[in-house]
């Protein structure tokens, strides 16, 4: 099996994948009638890759089930071993939800 070069620039993920996910956003705006399933799990498929995963492990990524929402919440997926919820450290900077909110209150 022949090596793979990984290149890590995280500001050109991050734009990546922010347009990746603008562009579904977009055509499923457009297309209302699609079904959104086939092209997000592509999406996510494609983005795992650029991330560094194997297209087989992509693949085998985005056919685990989902964990349930309410275990997340609660800190953990009791089903799911693989899956950790840690809290975002206090000093981690203010989150977009209270720059939003600071910004409604001028």
């Known amino acids: 099996m022949g090596a793979?070069?990984?290149v890590v620039v995280p500001t050109l993920r991050k734009r990546q994948t922010a347009a990746a996910l603008f562009g579904l956003t977009q055509l499923l705006?457009?297309?209302p009638e699609r079904d959104a399933a086939q092209p997000a799990d592509r999406l996510?498929?494609?983005?795992l890759v650029?991330?560094?995963l194997s297209a087989e492990e992509a693949h085998e990524v985005c056919g685990?089930?989902?964990p349930d929402l309410d275990d997340l919440v609660a800190g953990g997926a009791p089903d799911r071993p693989d899956i950790t919820v840690t809290a975002m450290p206090a000093d981690a900077g203010p989150r977009s939800s209270d720059l939003a909110q600071?910004?409604?209150q001028k």
């Open 4 to 6: 793979r070069v990984v």
């Open 44 to 47: 996510a498929q494609d983005l």
């Open 64 to 66: 685990r089930a989902l």
């Open 102 to 104: 600071a910004g409604n």
């Open 29 to 31: 705006h457009n297309q």
């Open 50 to 52: 650029v991330y560094g």
